[in-house]
C-alpha cells in the first residue's frame, strides 16, 4: 500500500523542466527494455521449441517409435493428414491425433 502511495504521490508533482518530450522517451526506454528482455528470454525460445515439434510431427513415417503425451510408448502403424495408428503391442492398436506424440525415440 506504501508503494502505491508514493506513486500517486510523485504522479501529482509536476516536472517543472518544461521539457515533456524528454520525460515520454525516458519512460518509454524502460517498457522497451522490458519487451526485449521477455522476448529473448521466453517468447523466441517458445517459438523455436513450438517449430521443432512441428517439424518432428511432420517428419513422422511408418514404423518409427513414439512417445505420446500420455506415456505411451509403441510404433507408428499408419499415418493419414491428422490420425496416427499406433501400435502399442500385437494386434493392438489405437488411433491419436498428430498433436499427441510427444517424442521419437531414437532407432536402436
Given amino acids: ?3 502505491l502511495g508514493t506513486v500517486l504521490a510523485m504522479a501529482g508533482q509536476s516536472g517543472g523542466t518544461g521539457g515533456g ?3 515520454w ?3 518509454l526506454l524502460p ?3 522490458i519487451f526485449g528482455i ?3 528470454l521466453m517468447i523466441r525460445p517458445q517459438q523455436k521449441q513450438q517449430k521443432k515439434h512441428r517439424d ?3 517428419a513422422m513415417k511408418k514404423g518409427d517409435k513414439v512417445v505420446t503425451r500420455g506415456g505411451i510408448h509403441g510404433t507408428i502403424h499408419g499415418i493419414t493428414d491428422n490420425i496416427i495408428t499406433l501400435e502399442v503391442s500385437e494386434n493392438m492398436k489405437i488411433k491419436l491425433t498428430r498433436e499427441a506424440i510427444a ?3 531414437p532407432q536402436s
Fill in 1 to 3: 500500500m506504501y508503494f
Fill in 21 to 23: 518530450q524528454g520525460n
Fill in 25 to 27: 522517451y525516458s519512460s
Fill in 31 to 33: 517498457l522497451v527494455a
Fill in 38 to 40: 521477455f522476448y529473448f
Fill in 56 to 58: 518432428m510431427l511432420a
Fill in 103 to 105: 517424442s521419437i525415440q
